[in-house]
């Protein structure tokens, strides 16, 4: 089988569909290599068409072509039209894998699209227009191009369902899920209990991720504290954000210890997960929950939202809270801090909760659905 994937998101500052779709990629070569498999990766795709793609994935394997690499951004949307028109792949891929929301008609190969939330339709206020639209307008495309579909999480594919009840069943798309694993090494043994490490906050600065409540948390939280332990959140600068920036500011000439560090690289943020005391993870939504992964895999404990997938993804390892309680998100906070026994049990279930999640494992579970599609079946028509 010929397996084409979509790596374009990887190309710019990446967040959490950019790690999934470089760390699936690895895995997929990794695992299916061996089995004879195939890969073309595409650094271009569809609408997605990127100014620099020096910064995105490559894999150096006789079995990867990267024919759009090195394309200008005319070249690629050029190749792009020329696709949607009726042109064949350089590669003639069986299945083409879309990993960023995009969906472009494809007349020779099979389009599986990856579905990693629906905030966008189900909570619009955390988006912006242009990025809401094109997400629906990409979905929406997505049912009527998409051979079949995976989804990170099944909070993900429940969501879907009751958008479109029955859809699945009443159009024979296959489906599966495609979840995600930490980027990073599991730790040898579960963090240890420290008086000086800080709180840690992964992800990129939006709506969604309601770093308003964990700063109304914070501050209830270093009122009541005796150790004030540091907050660092690390993450890009994302939409409509402009208040919560303002706000840290604020604090932080406030003299509160709080540091904002933007968008961070691998090896330092490998870093802020092994030497942090505990991940807060007080989003309204998410699709998956990758830096939920990442901290159990640090063997750090995590305090997490009670929405969304967190926890489907965290299980009994992680504690939850409602978002809209920085009460108590802070009462969490201070009590993990009064019982260094307590962190010890938190910390050792979120190193094992951890382990289930590993990216061979999920390839190989791609892989074998993948293999469920005829070679040569069409895929649906407009």
């Known amino acids: 089988m010929t397996i084409g994937l979509d790596v374009a998101q990887t190309c710019a500052e990446r967040a959490g569909c950019a790690w999934h779709a470089d760390a699936l990629a690895r895995a997929l070569v990794a695992e299916g290599a061996p089995l004879g498999h195939r890969f073309e990766l595409y650094h271009h795709f569809g609408d997605w068409i990127n100014l620099d793609t020096s910064r995105g994935t490559t894999i150096d394997h006789p079995s990867v072509t990267a024919p759009l690499l090195d394309a200008s951004p005319a070249a690629a949307r050029k190749f792009w039209r020329d696709i949607e028109s009726g042109?064949?792949?350089?590669?003639?891929?069986?299945v083409v894998l879309s990993f960023g929301y995009h969906a472009p008609k494809l007349h020779h190969s099979k389009l599986i699209y990856t579905v990693h939330d629906l905030a966008f339709w189900t909570q619009p206020e955390f988006a912006t227009d242009d990025t809401r639209l094109l997400c629906q307008r990409e979905l929406l495309q997505s049912l009527s191009r998409a051979a079949g579909f995976l989804f990170v999480s099944d909070f993900t594919r429940r969501e879907f369902e009751q958008l479109l009840p029955h859809w699945l069943e009443q159009t024979k798309r296959p489906h599966a899920l495609s979840g995600g694993a930490?980027?990073?090494p599991f730790a040898d043994s579960a963090r240890l209990y420290t008086a000086d490490t800080p709180w840690l906050i992964v992800g990129?600065?939006?709506?969604?991720?309601?770093?308003?409540?964990?700063?109304?948390?914070?501050?209830?939280?270093?009122?009541?504290?005796?150790?004030?332990?540091?907050?660092?959140?690390?993450?890009?600068?994302?939409?409509?954000?402009?208040?919560?920036?303002?706000?840290?500011?604020q604090l932080a000439a406030r003299g509160l210890p709080i540091r904002y560090l933007g968008y961070v690289p691998d090896a330092d943020l490998a870093e802020l997960y092994r030497t942090s005391f505990?991940?807060?993870?007080?989003?309204?939504?998410?699709?998956?929950?990758?830096?939920?992964?990442?901290?159990?895999?640090?063997?750090?404990?995590?305090?997490?939202?009670?929405?969304?997938?967190?926890?489907?993804?965290?299980?009994?390892?992680?504690?939850?809270?409602?978002?809209?309680?920085?009460?108590?998100?802070?009462?969490?906070?201070?009590?993990?801090?009064?019982?260094?026994?307590?962190y010890a049990r938190r910390a050792q279930s979120a190193l094992m909760r951890a382990q289930s999640f590993t990216w061979p494992a999920i390839a190989r579970?791609?892989?074998?659905?993948?293999?469920?599609?005829?070679?040569?079946?069409?895929?649906?028509?407009?």
């Open 87 to 94: 042109e064949p792949l350089p590669a003639k891929p069986d």
């Open 182 to 184: 930490s980027r990073f």
């Open 204 to 249: 990129s600065v939006e709506p969604r991720k309601n770093h308003s409540g964990a700063l109304d948390a914070y501050e209830i939280y270093l009122e009541r504290s005796s150790q004030r332990r540091p907050l660092v959140l690390a993450g890009g600068r994302g939409w409509k954000s402009d208040a919560v920036h303002a706000r840290i500011e």
């Open 278 to 342: 505990a991940l807060l993870a007080p989003s309204w939504h998410e699709g998956f929950g990758l830096p939920l992964v990442e901290a159990m895999s640090a063997g750090i404990p995590v305090l997490a939202s009670d929405r969304g997938s967190l926890p489907e993804i965290g299980i009994e390892a992680a504690r939850y809270i409602s978002p809209d309680n920085p009460e108590g998100l802070a009462a969490a906070m201070l009590a993990l801090e009064a019982d260094p026994a307590n």
């Open 365 to 382: 579970n791609v892989l074998t659905f993948l293999q469920t599609f005829p070679a040569n079946h069409a895929n649906p028509r407009e």
